[in-house]
């Protein structure tokens, strides 16, 4: 008789409890983590897969195959015993340079600089112009009208010209060219930071919190920087590019780090001053550097899709 008792009656009544477990349970199996739904959105974009990967085997090469391919790419007391500019071969996969390195360990060595110098500028670029546009946008006011006149003036000069006059005053050694790369990369991107946080500190969210006491610290952390992770993610990818880009350029100019390292740039310089001209020392090397800065404007579109709050589910 107690083992009836104890059988459930399947025509009882659901109580309020029983109830309230079974919508808790369905919610979270309909809910999908926000990392999750990021992901799914970024898979989604199948040119972006293909530059991921692509990165990922450029940093390999680049890191690692120094490691394996071991020829003659810096020391220049060896190069005098190789042979110039010579054609591709078993030996030599890409041929020589003008000065008897091999051009394929080259486009290794000088991948290293050119990333990681790239990445690094871009770093403080995003940063400077994160912190930059932020107070300018949030403060508003005299704070903003005096900060953007700064940058209008700033953004008056041409870029290249601004780059130039810093690289002449300025000794041409890795940690400069970081710091000139990082800080005359920022102005956009501080007024794309600006004008987000001009727009969400209105939000209503932002005014509330403002009502019941919040301190403007309080809004950045929880409102405006939450609510600017797209454009800020996007913007710190481009930057990116732009300061390969600008270290390539330099590196073009005769501008770049001094020999016997080198950089994609001050290889094409090389190859472009080398008469007759020689394919293997420009388009091999083109070909590579292009593809890398499509790849990361490929990845930082994506990832602005997946930073993007309306194409997440509620």
Request: glycine content about 8%.
């Amino acid at each position: 008789m107690s083992q009836l008792n104890e059988m459930p009656n399947p025509f009882a009544a659901e109580g309020p409890s029983d109830q309230r477990a079974k919508d808790t349970s369905v919610v979270e199996s309909v809910i999908v983590p926000l990392w999750r739904q990021r992901l799914r959105i970024f898979l989604q974009n199948k040119l972006a897969i293909g530059s991921v990967i692509y990165l990922v085997i450029v940093v390999l090469f680049c890191y690692l195959g120094p490691i394996i391919w071991h020829f003659n790419e810096t020391n220049q007391a060896a190069a005098l015993f190789s042979t110039t500019n010579a054609p591709p071969s078993l030996h030599h996969i890409l041929g020589t340079d003008g000065s008897g390195f091999d051009e394929f360990g080259r486009i290794m060595y000088g991948g290293e600089y050119s990333l990681s110098l790239g990445m690094l500028a871009g770093v403080i670029t995003i940063v400077v112009g994160t912190i930059y546009g932020m107070i300018s946008g949030f403060i508003g006011g005299v704070v903003d009208s005096t900060l953007m006149r700064i940058l209008d003036a700033f953004l008056s000069i041409p870029i290249i010209f601004l780059l130039l006059t810093l690289i002449t005053i300025f000794p041409r050694t890795s940690t400069s060219l970081i710091i000139i790369i990082g800080i005359i990369g920022w102005f956009g991107n501080a007024r794309i930071i600006r004008g987000d946080a001009l727009v969400i500190k209105e939000l209503e969210y932002s005014q509330a919190s403002r009502a019941m006491g919040a301190g403007w610290w309080h809004i950045i952390r929880r409102h405006v920087f939450p609510n600017s992770v797209s454009n800020i993610v996007t913007v710190a990818t481009f930057a990116v590019a732009d300061a390969i880009l600008f270290l390539t350029t330099l590196g073009y100019l005769g501008l770049g780090i001094p020999a016997p390292a080198t950089d994609w740039g001050t290889m094409l310089n090389n190859a472009a001053g080398v008469q007759p001209f020689y394919w293997w020392q420009v388009y091999p090397l083109a070909a590579f550097f292009i593809l890398v800065i499509v790849a990361i404007t490929y990845i930082g579109e994506a990832l602005r899709d997946a930073f993007e709050v309306r194409l997440l589910e509620r």
